[in-house]
Protein backbone atom coordinates (compact mmCIF):
# COMPACT_ATOMS: atom_id res chain seq x y z
CA UNK A 1 0.00 0.00 0.00
CA UNK A 2 1.29 3.53 -0.56
CA UNK A 3 2.62 5.75 2.02
CA UNK A 4 1.20 9.08 2.54
CA UNK A 5 2.95 12.27 1.32
CA UNK A 6 3.31 14.27 4.73
CA UNK A 7 2.05 17.20 2.89
CA UNK A 8 -1.42 15.88 2.68
CA UNK A 9 -3.53 16.24 5.31
CA UNK A 10 -6.95 14.50 5.05
CA UNK A 11 -10.18 15.35 6.76
CA UNK A 12 -12.01 12.48 7.42
CA UNK A 13 -15.16 11.02 9.02
CA UNK A 14 -15.23 8.18 11.13
CA UNK A 15 -16.25 5.40 8.72
CA UNK A 16 -13.57 6.66 6.43
CA UNK A 17 -10.90 6.69 9.15
CA UNK A 18 -12.34 3.16 10.36
CA UNK A 19 -12.28 1.54 6.45
CA UNK A 20 -9.05 2.75 6.09
CA UNK A 21 -7.48 0.74 9.26
CA UNK A 22 -9.38 -2.43 8.08
CA UNK A 23 -6.59 -2.85 5.68
CA UNK A 24 -4.23 -3.13 8.47
CA UNK A 25 -3.36 -5.75 11.35
CA UNK A 26 -1.08 -3.55 13.19
CA UNK A 27 -0.89 -0.64 14.72
CA UNK A 28 2.70 0.57 13.86
CA UNK A 29 1.63 -0.29 10.07
CA UNK A 30 -1.54 1.90 10.20
CA UNK A 31 0.79 4.68 11.77
CA UNK A 32 3.64 4.17 9.53
CA UNK A 33 1.41 4.17 5.92
CA UNK A 34 -1.42 6.19 6.67
CA UNK A 35 0.50 9.00 9.18
CA UNK A 36 -2.47 11.43 8.06
CA UNK A 37 -5.55 9.35 8.52
CA UNK A 38 -4.00 8.06 12.06
CA UNK A 39 -3.66 12.02 12.93
CA UNK A 40 -6.80 13.08 11.58
CA UNK A 41 -8.65 10.51 13.77
CA UNK A 42 -6.47 10.91 16.68
CA UNK A 43 -7.17 14.67 16.40
CA UNK A 44 -10.98 13.79 16.02
CA UNK A 45 -11.28 11.90 19.23
CA UNK A 46 -12.04 8.36 17.54
CA UNK A 47 -8.49 7.29 17.44
CA UNK A 48 -8.93 4.05 19.87
CA UNK A 49 -12.60 2.86 17.89
CA UNK A 50 -11.01 2.98 14.82
CA UNK A 51 -7.99 0.87 15.56
CA UNK A 52 -9.92 -1.54 17.92
CA UNK A 53 -8.95 -4.20 16.09
CA UNK A 54 -5.43 -3.31 15.68
CA UNK A 55 -2.57 -5.46 17.29
CA UNK A 56 0.27 -3.03 19.12
CA UNK A 57 3.27 -4.71 19.30
CA UNK A 58 3.62 -6.73 22.40
CA UNK A 59 7.13 -7.89 24.27
CA UNK A 60 7.38 -11.47 24.42
CA UNK A 61 7.34 -13.35 27.59
CA UNK A 62 8.20 -16.56 28.88
CA UNK A 63 4.76 -17.61 29.36
CA UNK A 64 3.88 -16.27 25.99
CA UNK A 65 7.06 -17.81 24.12
CA UNK A 66 5.50 -20.83 26.10
CA UNK A 67 1.95 -21.04 25.36
CA UNK A 68 2.88 -20.47 21.42
CA UNK A 69 5.78 -23.37 21.65
CA UNK A 70 3.64 -25.89 22.82
CA UNK A 71 1.52 -25.71 19.66
CA UNK A 72 4.36 -26.97 18.06
CA UNK A 73 6.06 -30.38 17.82
CA UNK A 74 9.63 -29.73 17.49
CA UNK A 75 12.05 -26.69 17.74
CA UNK A 76 11.84 -26.11 13.41
CA UNK A 77 8.60 -26.71 13.17
CA UNK A 78 8.31 -23.79 16.11
CA UNK A 79 11.14 -21.69 14.15
CA UNK A 80 9.14 -21.63 10.61
CA UNK A 81 5.77 -21.14 11.79
CA UNK A 82 6.64 -18.71 14.56
CA UNK A 83 9.83 -16.93 14.52
CA UNK A 84 9.27 -13.72 16.33
CA UNK A 85 8.26 -15.97 19.15
CA UNK A 86 11.42 -18.37 18.76
CA UNK A 87 13.68 -15.25 18.05
CA UNK A 88 12.89 -14.05 21.54
CA UNK A 89 13.03 -17.41 22.80
CA UNK A 90 16.49 -17.78 21.38
CA UNK A 91 17.96 -14.37 22.19
CA UNK A 92 16.66 -14.76 26.26
CA UNK A 93 18.13 -18.67 26.54
CA UNK A 94 14.57 -20.07 26.87
CA UNK A 95 14.67 -22.86 23.66
CA UNK A 96 16.09 -25.52 26.11
CA UNK A 97 13.26 -25.12 28.20
CA UNK A 98 10.76 -24.50 25.51
CA UNK A 99 12.05 -27.72 23.11
CA UNK A 100 14.90 -29.79 25.34
CA UNK A 101 17.22 -31.21 22.27
CA UNK A 102 15.87 -34.72 21.39
CA UNK A 103 18.57 -36.70 22.71
CA UNK A 104 17.30 -39.73 22.12
CA UNK A 105 18.61 -39.56 18.51
CA UNK A 106 21.67 -37.29 18.54
CA UNK A 107 23.70 -40.19 20.31
CA UNK A 108 27.20 -41.19 19.86
CA UNK A 109 26.79 -43.71 18.38
CA UNK A 110 24.09 -42.57 15.75
CA UNK A 111 26.40 -39.60 15.07
CA UNK A 112 29.74 -41.60 14.49
CA UNK A 113 27.08 -43.80 12.40
CA UNK A 114 26.14 -40.74 10.33
CA UNK A 115 29.85 -39.64 9.72
CA UNK A 116 30.71 -42.86 8.50
CA UNK A 117 28.38 -42.13 5.42
CA UNK A 118 30.39 -39.29 4.25
CA UNK A 119 34.62 -38.73 2.88
CA UNK A 120 35.40 -35.46 4.42
CA UNK A 121 33.64 -32.99 6.91
CA UNK A 122 32.35 -30.65 4.40
CA UNK A 123 30.02 -33.19 3.11
CA UNK A 124 28.85 -34.64 6.69
CA UNK A 125 28.05 -30.95 7.58
CA UNK A 126 26.35 -30.68 4.67
CA UNK A 127 24.55 -33.93 4.39
CA UNK A 128 23.36 -34.01 8.57
CA UNK A 129 24.03 -30.57 9.80
CA UNK A 130 22.25 -31.22 12.87
CA UNK A 131 24.38 -34.36 13.75
CA UNK A 132 27.72 -32.67 12.85
CA UNK A 133 26.73 -29.74 15.08
CA UNK A 134 25.98 -31.78 18.36
CA UNK A 135 29.19 -33.63 17.44
CA UNK A 136 30.99 -30.30 17.33
CA UNK A 137 28.90 -29.17 20.64
CA UNK A 138 29.76 -32.72 22.51
CA UNK A 139 33.32 -32.84 21.26
CA UNK A 140 32.66 -35.90 19.43
CA UNK A 141 34.13 -34.29 16.11
CA UNK A 142 37.41 -35.40 15.88
CA UNK A 143 36.94 -39.43 16.76
CA UNK A 144 33.53 -39.29 14.15
CA UNK A 145 35.66 -37.79 11.19
CA UNK A 146 39.22 -39.81 12.08
CA UNK A 147 38.27 -41.61 8.80
CA UNK A 148 38.12 -38.88 7.11
CA UNK A 149 41.05 -37.22 5.34
CA UNK A 150 41.68 -33.61 5.94
CA UNK A 151 42.44 -32.02 2.10
CA UNK A 152 46.36 -31.12 1.79
CA UNK A 153 46.02 -27.47 0.81
CA UNK A 154 49.52 -26.84 0.60
CA UNK A 155 49.78 -29.07 -2.08
CA UNK A 156 46.74 -28.05 -4.63
CA UNK A 157 47.64 -26.99 -7.42
CA UNK A 158 45.77 -25.72 -10.63
CA UNK A 159 45.79 -29.23 -12.54
CA UNK A 160 44.07 -30.57 -9.77
CA UNK A 161 41.16 -27.53 -9.41
CA UNK A 162 40.91 -27.94 -13.56
CA UNK A 163 40.60 -31.35 -12.95
CA UNK A 164 37.44 -31.40 -10.16
CA UNK A 165 35.55 -28.71 -11.73
CA UNK A 166 35.30 -30.87 -15.01
CA UNK A 167 33.45 -32.96 -13.01
CA UNK A 168 30.99 -30.65 -11.80
CA UNK A 169 27.85 -29.04 -14.14
CA UNK A 170 28.27 -25.42 -13.24
CA UNK A 171 30.03 -22.94 -10.97
CA UNK A 172 27.59 -22.88 -8.11
CA UNK A 173 27.67 -26.60 -7.93
CA UNK A 174 31.74 -26.21 -7.79
CA UNK A 175 31.10 -23.77 -5.02
CA UNK A 176 28.97 -25.95 -3.13
CA UNK A 177 31.32 -28.79 -3.37
CA UNK A 178 34.82 -27.93 -3.24
CA UNK A 179 34.88 -24.83 -1.69
CA UNK A 180 38.56 -24.93 -1.08
CA UNK A 181 39.06 -25.44 -4.74
CA UNK A 182 37.21 -22.06 -5.91
CA UNK A 183 38.71 -20.82 -3.09
CA UNK A 184 41.99 -21.71 -4.72
CA UNK A 185 41.13 -20.73 -7.95
CA UNK A 186 39.54 -16.96 -7.33
CA UNK A 187 42.89 -16.36 -5.04
CA UNK A 188 45.38 -17.70 -8.31
CA UNK A 189 43.14 -15.99 -10.79
CA UNK A 190 42.00 -18.73 -12.80
CA UNK A 191 38.43 -19.37 -12.72
CA UNK A 192 37.73 -18.04 -16.27
CA UNK A 193 39.78 -21.36 -17.04
CA UNK A 194 37.55 -23.49 -15.02
CA UNK A 195 35.65 -25.82 -17.62
CA UNK A 196 32.94 -27.65 -16.47
CA UNK A 197 30.79 -30.97 -17.70
CA UNK A 198 28.21 -30.48 -20.26
CA UNK A 199 24.79 -31.75 -19.34
CA UNK A 200 23.64 -33.84 -22.63
CA UNK A 201 20.16 -34.30 -23.65
CA UNK A 202 19.91 -38.37 -23.00
CA UNK A 203 20.95 -37.31 -19.25
CA UNK A 204 18.00 -34.66 -18.99
CA UNK A 205 15.41 -36.93 -16.96
CA UNK A 206 13.20 -36.14 -14.04
CA UNK A 207 15.88 -38.77 -11.91
CA UNK A 208 18.33 -36.79 -12.84
CA UNK A 209 17.44 -33.60 -12.41
CA UNK A 210 15.82 -34.17 -9.18
CA UNK A 211 19.18 -35.73 -7.66
CA UNK A 212 21.14 -32.27 -9.34
CA UNK A 213 18.29 -30.41 -7.06
CA UNK A 214 19.30 -31.92 -4.26
CA UNK A 215 22.82 -29.93 -4.08
CA UNK A 216 20.55 -26.90 -3.98
CA UNK A 217 19.14 -24.65 -0.93
CA UNK A 218 16.61 -23.15 -2.60
CA UNK A 219 14.64 -23.43 -6.39
CA UNK A 220 15.50 -19.70 -6.39
CA UNK A 221 19.73 -20.92 -6.13
CA UNK A 222 18.67 -23.75 -8.78
CA UNK A 223 16.97 -21.56 -11.22
CA UNK A 224 20.31 -19.01 -11.01
CA UNK A 225 22.82 -21.51 -11.54
CA UNK A 226 20.79 -23.37 -14.33
CA UNK A 227 18.48 -21.59 -16.45
CA UNK A 228 18.18 -24.01 -19.06
CA UNK A 229 17.45 -26.91 -16.84
CA UNK A 230 14.53 -25.11 -14.78
CA UNK A 231 12.87 -24.19 -17.90
CA UNK A 232 12.84 -27.71 -19.36
CA UNK A 233 11.65 -28.75 -15.22
CA UNK A 234 9.01 -25.87 -16.01
CA UNK A 235 8.21 -27.10 -19.27
CA UNK A 236 7.40 -30.93 -18.44
CA UNK A 237 5.63 -30.06 -15.29
CA UNK A 238 8.26 -31.54 -12.97
CA UNK A 239 8.32 -29.35 -10.30
CA UNK A 240 6.37 -31.40 -7.73
CA UNK A 241 8.92 -34.19 -8.23
CA UNK A 242 12.14 -32.20 -8.67
CA UNK A 243 11.21 -29.31 -5.84
CA UNK A 244 9.29 -31.38 -3.01
CA UNK A 245 9.86 -29.68 0.01
CA UNK A 246 12.20 -27.23 -1.14
CA UNK A 247 11.92 -23.54 -0.28
CA UNK A 248 11.72 -21.11 -3.35
CA UNK A 249 14.28 -18.88 -1.62
CA UNK A 250 16.17 -19.72 1.44
CA UNK A 251 14.81 -17.54 4.89
CA UNK A 252 18.78 -16.58 6.45
CA UNK A 253 18.18 -16.69 10.09
CA UNK A 254 20.50 -17.33 12.79
CA UNK A 255 19.99 -21.24 12.61
CA UNK A 256 20.83 -21.57 9.07
CA UNK A 257 23.50 -18.99 8.87
CA UNK A 258 25.36 -21.63 11.67
CA UNK A 259 24.54 -24.60 9.26
CA UNK A 260 26.05 -22.82 6.27
CA UNK A 261 28.87 -21.45 8.26
CA UNK A 262 29.97 -24.97 9.68
CA UNK A 263 30.36 -26.00 5.89
CA UNK A 264 34.00 -23.85 5.99
CA UNK A 265 36.68 -24.00 7.79
CA UNK A 266 37.95 -20.10 7.74
CA UNK A 267 35.73 -16.67 7.33
CA UNK A 268 37.08 -16.05 4.42
CA UNK A 269 36.11 -19.47 2.47
CA UNK A 270 32.59 -18.98 3.84
CA UNK A 271 32.37 -14.80 2.91
CA UNK A 272 33.81 -16.13 -0.60
CA UNK A 273 31.43 -18.90 -1.29
CA UNK A 274 28.37 -18.16 0.88
CA UNK A 275 27.87 -14.38 0.31
CA UNK A 276 24.17 -13.85 1.60
CA UNK A 277 24.31 -16.06 4.38
CA UNK A 278 27.89 -14.12 5.51
CA UNK A 279 26.01 -10.42 4.84
CA UNK A 280 22.74 -11.35 6.48
CA UNK A 281 25.10 -12.60 9.61
CA UNK A 282 27.35 -9.83 9.33
CA UNK A 283 23.99 -7.20 9.58
CA UNK A 284 23.07 -8.94 12.57
CA UNK A 285 25.91 -9.51 14.80
CA UNK A 286 26.12 -13.17 14.61
CA UNK A 287 29.52 -13.37 12.71
CA UNK A 288 31.44 -14.08 15.82
CA UNK A 289 29.80 -16.38 17.01
CA UNK A 290 29.12 -18.50 14.21
CA UNK A 291 32.64 -18.35 12.61
CA UNK A 292 33.89 -19.40 16.23
CA UNK A 293 34.90 -22.82 14.81
CA UNK A 294 36.66 -21.35 12.19
CA UNK A 295 40.40 -21.66 11.89
CA UNK A 296 42.32 -17.80 11.62
CA UNK A 297 44.13 -16.82 9.04
CA UNK A 298 47.63 -18.50 8.12
CA UNK A 299 49.40 -14.59 8.07
CA UNK A 300 48.04 -13.62 11.95
CA UNK A 301 47.40 -9.76 11.18
CA UNK A 302 49.48 -8.61 14.36
CA UNK A 303 52.47 -10.22 12.66
CA UNK A 304 52.40 -8.03 9.57
CA UNK A 305 54.18 -5.31 8.86
CA UNK A 306 55.60 -3.63 5.45
CA UNK A 307 57.53 -6.23 3.75
CA UNK A 308 54.71 -8.99 4.73
CA UNK A 309 52.30 -6.94 2.84
CA UNK A 310 53.97 -6.38 0.00
CA UNK A 311 54.57 -10.61 -0.46
CA UNK A 312 51.29 -11.24 0.04
CA UNK A 313 50.38 -8.52 -2.64
CA UNK A 314 52.70 -10.14 -5.02
CA UNK A 315 50.33 -13.42 -5.07
CA UNK A 316 47.46 -11.02 -6.81
CA UNK A 317 47.07 -10.02 -10.19
CA UNK A 318 46.78 -6.54 -10.49
CA UNK A 319 45.57 -3.66 -8.23
CA UNK A 320 42.43 -3.90 -8.50
CA UNK A 321 42.28 -8.00 -7.77
CA UNK A 322 44.49 -7.05 -4.31
CA UNK A 323 41.96 -4.22 -3.26
CA UNK A 324 38.98 -6.69 -3.92
CA UNK A 325 40.19 -9.79 -2.63
CA UNK A 326 43.15 -9.17 -0.30
CA UNK A 327 41.09 -8.85 2.92
CA UNK A 328 42.61 -7.91 5.87
CA UNK A 329 45.80 -7.63 4.35
CA UNK A 330 44.34 -4.41 2.36
CA UNK A 331 43.02 -3.65 5.54
CA UNK A 332 46.30 -3.89 7.39
CA UNK A 333 48.12 -1.81 4.26
CA UNK A 334 45.29 1.04 4.58
CA UNK A 335 45.27 1.52 7.77
CA UNK A 336 48.84 2.04 8.64
CA UNK A 337 48.91 4.39 5.44
CA UNK A 338 51.03 1.29 3.36
CA UNK A 339 48.76 0.76 0.80
CA UNK A 340 49.51 3.45 -1.90
CA UNK A 341 53.41 2.14 -1.52
CA UNK A 342 52.80 -1.70 -1.75
CA UNK A 343 50.69 -1.15 -4.97
CA UNK A 344 53.85 0.29 -6.82
CA UNK A 345 54.75 -3.00 -7.37
CA UNK A 346 52.02 -3.62 -9.87
CA UNK A 347 52.39 -2.67 -13.64
CA UNK A 348 50.43 0.13 -14.60
CA UNK A 349 47.63 -0.91 -16.42
CA UNK A 350 47.55 -0.05 -20.17
CA UNK A 351 44.37 -0.13 -22.38
CA UNK A 352 44.49 -2.31 -25.31
CA UNK A 353 43.99 -0.62 -28.76
CA UNK A 354 42.30 -3.00 -30.12
CA UNK A 355 41.92 -3.45 -34.17
CA UNK A 356 39.75 -4.83 -36.49
CA UNK A 357 42.44 -7.88 -37.29
CA UNK A 358 43.18 -8.53 -34.01
CA UNK A 359 39.34 -8.56 -32.86
CA UNK A 360 38.94 -10.80 -35.71
CA UNK A 361 41.58 -13.22 -34.79
CA UNK A 362 39.74 -13.38 -31.33
CA UNK A 363 36.08 -13.77 -32.65
CA UNK A 364 37.26 -16.82 -34.98
CA UNK A 365 37.43 -19.32 -32.52
CA UNK A 366 33.73 -18.55 -30.85
CA UNK A 367 30.22 -19.75 -32.20
CA UNK A 368 27.93 -16.79 -31.67
CA UNK A 369 28.50 -13.25 -30.36
CA UNK A 370 27.00 -14.02 -26.65
CA UNK A 371 29.68 -16.65 -26.20
CA UNK A 372 32.53 -14.16 -27.63
CA UNK A 373 31.31 -11.40 -25.91
CA UNK A 374 31.01 -13.30 -22.38
CA UNK A 375 34.91 -13.79 -22.73
CA UNK A 376 36.10 -10.77 -24.29
CA UNK A 377 33.61 -7.70 -23.27
CA UNK A 378 36.49 -5.44 -24.16
CA UNK A 379 37.32 -6.37 -27.62
CA UNK A 380 33.22 -6.45 -28.07
CA UNK A 381 32.47 -3.77 -27.40
CA UNK A 382 35.18 -2.05 -29.06
CA UNK A 383 33.67 -3.90 -32.21
CA UNK A 384 30.32 -2.45 -31.21
CA UNK A 385 31.76 1.18 -31.01
CA UNK A 386 33.62 1.13 -34.10
CA UNK A 387 30.78 -1.04 -36.13
CA UNK A 388 33.16 -3.96 -36.89
CA UNK A 389 30.32 -6.58 -36.02
CA UNK A 390 29.01 -7.83 -39.33
CA UNK A 391 32.62 -8.30 -40.56
CA UNK A 392 34.12 -9.12 -37.57
CA UNK A 393 31.29 -12.07 -37.42
CA UNK A 394 31.59 -12.75 -40.81
CA UNK A 395 32.41 -16.29 -40.82
CA UNK A 396 29.47 -17.06 -38.89
CA UNK A 397 27.56 -16.29 -42.23
Request: charged share 25%; aromatic share 12%.
Amino acid sequence: MPVESPSECPVLTLEQCREIALSYTQLSQFRTKRPQVYRSAKAQGFLDEVTAHLKSRSIWTFEMCQSEASKFSSRSEFREESHHAYNAARKRGWLDKLHPARETKLTKTYCLTVASKYATRSFFAKGDSSAYSYAQQKGWLEECCAHMKRPDRTQIDKSHCLKMAATCFSASLFKLQYPHLYTKAKSDSFTDELVYRVITPDECNSEFLQSLVKNYSSIFSFQCAHPDLYALIVQNEWQSICFAGLPYQKRWDYETCLTEAKKFTTSREFRLNSQTAYLKAYNKGWLREICAHMQSHSEDQEELNFDKCKEIALRFKNKTDFRVNGGHVVRTALRNGWFDDICKCFPKASRAKWTIESITALAVNFQSRSEFAKAHISAYSAAVKKNWLDKVFKHLG
